[in-house]
């Protein structure tokens, strides 16, 4: 099984200030035929089940604020809040589609500091 | 606008069993490939299956965890899909989500309860 690895489990940054969160894959979710990351991120809010944000580790889902962005290959990945708003506190999960079982990351949870 | 409503889930003893429902709308789901994916109290989200669409075998995958006592089927012509869930174990109490995909998961029911404790 590929094991999903998020760093930090938690973290809290101020308003308008940058957000960043790794997730590191035991092995490889780039698939060479076809040059794609089978990685996405989810977004879950409390008492909410998780929206997917980000597919293709860099392809935003439609309706998804521009400030996050998501970017890495192969087994290293960084999602992205530029500016930090309150409606973003949440945890937020990686998940690996390259194979089955698909797998998480533990998740993150970003709090207002 | 595609919903996916699960239905089902309560308490029931270790041992015992329970069928899980999703009713899906908004998109065609004899097309759909569908997925369950739980999530245990405080903790995070777990891969439970998946079945893929007729058209691509029908088929199942599951996580270790369940395999050989859980079962993913569908009624295309309900738009539904079902998680029977047998020999449960209190490691099992979660919130099972109903999710469209086989890769990735766009979109998520609000989830059923399920609680494994005698």
């Known amino acids: 099984d590929i094991v999903m690895t998020q760093s930090p489990d938690s973290l809290a940054v101020s308003l308008g200030e940058r957000a960043t969160i790794n997730c590191k894959s035991s092995q490889s979710v780039l698939y060479s035929s076809n040059n794609k990351n089978y990685l996405a991120w989810y977004q879950q809010k409390p008492g909410q089940p998780p929206k997917l944000y980000i597919h293709?580790?860099?392809t935003r889902e439609s309706g998804v604020p521009d400030r996050f962005s998501g970017s890495g290959s192969g087994t290293d990945f960084t999602l992205t809040i530029s500016s930090l708003q309150a409606e973003d506190v949440a945890v937020y999960y990686c998940?690996?589609?390259?194979?089955?079982?698909?797998?998480f990351g533990q998740g993150t949870k970003v709090e207002i500091k | 606008e595609v919903q996916l409503v699960e239905s089902g889930g309560g308490l029931v003893k270790p041992g015992g069993s329970l069928r899980l429902s999703c009713a899906a709308s908004?998109?065609?789901?004899?097309?759909?490939?569908m997925s369950w994916v739980r999530q245990a109290p405080g903790k995070g989200l777990e891969w439970v299956g998946r079945i893929k669409s007729k058209t691509h075998g029908g088929t199942t995958d599951y996580a270790a965890p369940v395999k050989g006592r859980f079962t993913i089927s569908r009624d295309d012509s309900k738009n539904t899909q079902y998680l029977q869930m047998n020999s449960l174990q209190t490691e099992d109490t979660a919130v099972y989500y109903c999710?469209?995909?086989?890769?990735?998961?766009?979109?998520w029911g609000q989830g059923t309860l399920v609680t494994v404790s005698s």
């Open positions: 908004g998109l065609t789901f004899s097309n759909a490939w």
């Open positions: 293709w580790a860099s």
């Open positions: 999710t469209t995909g086989g890769m990735e998961f766009d979109y």
């Open positions: 998940q690996q589609y390259y194979t089955t079982p698909r797998t």
